[in-house]
């Protein structure tokens, strides 16, 4: 039982590249999120995917589009790198589903994301 | 939207000495608060929650107290050891389908031995 997995852990990109950030989670849960962690900003939620099927946006989805590609796989992309992006970014899952509230999150090993 | 803050932003205590975290939020329709601990370059942890009908809550070391009339919620750790070094984030959610979690900012403990 992996948890929440993520790939790639570190990447580099020169602005205006894209790239896409894999996450997947073994705990059948229903909500999956990204978030991006920033020094002295704590975690802020860029997309949030409720079920299989949907998505909606969080604090800073500028920049940013999401895929909920079936249960278990959410995935972030970035169409056009901004030095603006330059962060750590976290994958979680949650229980939650419109009859679970209340429901931790768990997260990834995150991806450091540099660019220049 | 909800804003949580979160203080302070570092704290250093003793090893031994408890440390208390405080954090505001401003929904007053939120009802779930999570604590989070961060060791240096890993993976946000959960290490204690607490819903809106609970006052008091305490798993070993750990207590999270909750004010719904103020809107403020705490957490304890007592005897401290130096393995409490961290960052602690704090969060509020509110019981809607999707769940979207606000963070604190943070707070760098530092357990001094």
């Known amino acids: 039982n992996a948890g929440v997995t993520q790939t790639p852990k570190f990447q580099v990109l020169k602005t205006g590249q894209s790239m896409t950030l894999q996450c997947a989670q073994d705990m059948n849960h229903n909500s999956m999120y990204w978030y991006r962690q920033d020094p002295g900003m704590g975690l802020r939620l860029i997309y949030y995917s409720a079920s299989e099927g949907t998505t909606d946006k969080g604090e800073v989805p500028n920049g940013y589009n999401v895929s909920r590609l079936n249960k278990r796989e959410f995935s972030l992309r970035l169409e056009s790198a901004a030095p603006s992006q330059t962060s750590v970014y976290f994958c979680?899952?949650?229980?939650?589903?419109?009859?679970?509230?209340?429901?931790?999150?768990?997260f990834g090993n995150g991806t450091r994301l540099t660019v220049t | 939207g909800e804003n949580v803050e979160q203080h302070p932003s570092t704290l250093s205590v003793q090893e031994g000495d408890s440390a208390v975290i405080k954090c505001t939020y401003s929904d007053s329709a939120s009802n779930y608060f999570p604590w989070y601990k961060q060791e240096l370059g890993k993976r946000p942890q959960l290490i204690i929650d607490i819903r809106s009908n609970v006052g008091e809550k305490k798993d070993q070391r750990i207590a999270v107290t909750l004010n719904k009339t103020a809107k403020h919620f705490s957490l304890h750790i007592t005897e401290t050891q130096p393995e409490d070094s961290a960052v602690y984030f704090c969060a509020a959610s509110k019981n809607n389908y999707g769940q979207n979690f606000v963070f604190g900012p943070g707070t760098r403990l530092s357990v001094l031995p």
């Open positions: 979680a899952s949650s229980e939650a589903n419109h009859r679970i509230r209340n429901s931790p999150l768990h």
